[in-house]
């Protein structure tokens, strides 16, 4: 069975740093698109940042503004950073790969930034 396994998360201060990680089994996450995913309280899911690596790749990253994804296919996993947090950053961070109709998602992580 494909299961998306999420680490990281927690209480975590506004102007610090976050990572949280994902790593699957039964599939090469560089095969998929992978995207961070975030459900502030209240809202809907929303999409936090994605990339598409190429296949052929041991390793990807992508960086725009305070968010950073790096994907390491030697150890299929897949990581978010934020910097300078903020109190909006808050919410439940969800790991996402997706390849045409198939779509496996993480169990979600609660991130809490604190003032």
């Known amino acids: 069975q494909v299961r998306i396994l999420q680490s990281g998360g927690g209480l975590v201060q506004s102007g610090g740093s976050l990572e949280l990680a994902c790593t699957a089994t039964?599939?090469?996450?560089?095969?998929?698109?992978v995207a961070w995913y975030r459900q502030a309280p209240g809202k809907e899911r929303e999409l936090v940042s994605q990339m598409t690596p190429n296949i052929h790749d041991r390793t990807a990253s992508l960086r725009k503004g305070r968010i950073s994804l790096f994907l390491d296919n030697t150890q299929n996993t897949f990581t978010l950073r934020i910097a300078n947090l903020e109190l909006e950053d808050t919410g439940i961070y969800y790991c996402n790969a997706q390849n045409g109709p198939t779509s496996w998602w993480g169990q979600g992580t609660q991130v809490t930034v604190s003032s």
């Open positions: 039964l599939i090469q996450l560089n095969a998929y698109t």
